[in-house]
């Protein structure tokens, strides 16, 4: 029989993880602005300890991304990390998408994986092409030297996760001694719920505003005359959202100025303005966070990405002849289509559109180009806020507070005669494991909670209601229980199958 790790026990691995990739992002950093054998020997050993945890654990796309990412940093060192921008943009997506990876996907093939790997060869092979480190440099405030005024606190999101299971476990022991309104330890819970609050939100134009000022010192490092607008709402968003924003736009911003825009002399020949535009704006809606980059330069040429396109096997020759243009911009996403190759609009050294788009995708988001020959280009990055409510199923305790599923678990009652045998073979039991207090007497009911094929017994609750419930301080989906607020009162949302993984594992401590 294959040995089988436990949840418990991979979600150790999850969070181990996760630090260990910030520290790695942290000394890449430190590495860029200054190289630094201590920096170097730390990113080495955290890479490598990753590497080598992720194969065993089961997360094999981890360890080959870390695997490729060793190659990247040795081949970097070797040239004191004079690298090219391109170098420092792929290292820091590839290590947002392995940190999804790790927390999304435990074991199997993800589609993004062999894009990133292939961004990470390519800027290999731009290293290798260079003979000898160039002559010493600063690194260019285009790729974050400039800092946002008033962002976030810098706490991850596995941070801010562990501190919601914190909170939650406050709430629950209020509850479980029957603290009052406005006691020391109701006081302590509400001020921690809105700490986490805080940390798990940022302004949208704070966060956004450095790639205007990015764009403008670029454009006068290329001696492009420009005009930035930037049209941003000050919105609150989740933090972490933004981060998979803000590295989309980044290459967006840095693809307009650098290859879009014309030079003034060629602009002058075409009779347009000297001065460019660039045009940075957000929306922000219940459902989405939108942030376009516009700008007034060349335009994608078409015939030249359906020339490349036949030329590297994606598309037949009849194929290209037919296609429409919305169909040719498309090809500019296609995995294995080499913008850097192409001469022209959005042809970036080191990270394609189509790796910008999977690292969109880990948030369900989407990443759009629309172009128009010789006046511009508009990328469109759209990514689905985090749902603050959720529709679920209310069901009254015996005591303070509620229980609560979301909707996507059935609620329903046994036959008439009581006889579960043949519904369910386990009992949820949120009453000794958090202290909760049973619905008792004619009132209590005992229900089914049923999704797909897990059928899963709950006793002792009240008649079920449909309500929306507010999401406080969300947990992870693996833990079992969660803050919820529904008409004012908080309460508990329940997650059956955590619960009862939670159950098999043993006791609370």
Same mark, same amino acid.
């Given at each position: ?394 069901? #009254? /305790?015996? $005591?303070? @507070?509620? %229980? &609560? +599923? ?5 609620? =329903? *009652?046994?036959?008439?005669? !009581? ?18 207090? #049973? /619905?008792? $007497?004619? @009132?209590? %009911? &005992? +229900? ?5 094929? =897990? *059928?899963?017994?709950?006793? !002792? ?18 833990? #079992? ?29």
């Amino acid at each position: 029989m294959a040995f089988q790790l436990s949840e418990e026990v991979i979600g150790r691995f999850q969070v181990s993880a996760s630090e260990r990739l910030a520290v790695i992002a942290e000394a890449w950093q430190r590495i860029n602005q200054a190289p630094d054998d201590e920096q170097l020997n730390r990113l080495r050993r955290e890479l490598h300890t990753l590497k080598g945890d992720a194969h065993v654990f089961g997360f094999r796309d981890v360890s080959h991304l870390c695997h490729k990412l060793e190659e990247l940093v040795e081949a970097a060192a070797q040239h004191v990390f004079r690298v090219s921008e391109d170098v420092d943009t792929v290292v820091m997506m590839v290590l947002r998408y392995v940190g999804a990876l790790v927390l999304r996907r435990p074991a199997g093939s993800a589609g993004g994986v062999q894009r990133f790997s292939k961004e990470i060869d390519d800027a290999l092979a731009g290293i290798r092409a260079t003979p000898a480190p160039a002559p010493a440099r600063a690194r260019p405030a285009t790729l974050g030297t400039i800092h946002e005024g008033g962002e976030r606190d810098r706490l991850s999101a596995e941070t801010r996760a562990r501190l919601s299971v914190i909170a939650t476990d406050l709430f629950l022991a209020a509850l479980e001694a029957g603290a009052a309104n406005g006691s020391r330890l109701d006081r302590g819970w509400r001020a921690l719920v809105g700490e986490i609050g805080r940390l798990r939100a940022v302004r949208l134009d704070q966060r956004m505003e450095r790639h205007a000022r990015a764009a403008s010192i670029l454009a006068d490092d290329l001696a492009k005359p420009i005009e930035v607008t930037f049209t941003m709402p000050a919105e609150v968003v989740s933090a972490r959202l933004v981060d998979v924003i803000d590295q989309a736009v980044l290459h967006a911003v840095r693809n307009a100025v650098d290859h879009g825009i014309e030079a003034p002399e060629w602009r002058e020949a075409l009779e347009k303005p000297a001065r460019a535009s660039l045009a940075i704006r957000g929306t922000v809606t219940e459902s989405y966070v939108e942030v376009e980059v516009e700008d007034d330069g060349a335009g994608v040429d078409l015939a030249a990405v359906r020339r490349r396109a036949v030329e590297r096997g994606i598309v037949s020759p009849g194929q290209a002849a037919t296609m429409s243009d919305e169909d040719a911009t498309e090809l500019l996403f296609a995995p294995g289509f080499s913008t850097r190759d192409r001469a022209g609009e959005l042809s970036g050294r080191g990270i394609g559109l189509d790796a910008m788009r999977a690292a969109v995708a880990i948030e369900d988001g989407t990443v759009t180009l629309s172009s128009r020959s010789g006046r511009g280009s508009t990328v469109t990055v759209r990514v689905p806020h985090e749902r603050p409510y959720v529709d679920v199923v209310r069901l #009254p /305790l015996g $005591g303070r @507070g509620f %229980l &609560a +599923v979301a909707k996507d678990w059935a609620v =329903e *009652r046994p036959g008439a005669d !009581g006889d579960t045998r043949e519904v369910t073979a386990e009992d949820l039991d949120p009453w000794t494991r958090y202290g909760l207090v #049973p /619905l008792e $007497g004619d @009132g209590a %009911l &005992a +229900v089914v909670l049923a999704r797909d094929d =897990e *059928r899963m017994f709950l006793r !002792g609750v009240g008649t079920p209601m449909s309500g929306s419930a507010q999401r406080l301080c969300p947990t992870p989906p693996a833990h #079992p229980v969660e803050i919820v607020r529904i008409d004012g009162a908080e309460g508990i949302l329940l997650r059956p199958d955590a619960l009862l993984a939670a159950q098999r594992r043993g006791p609370r401590r």
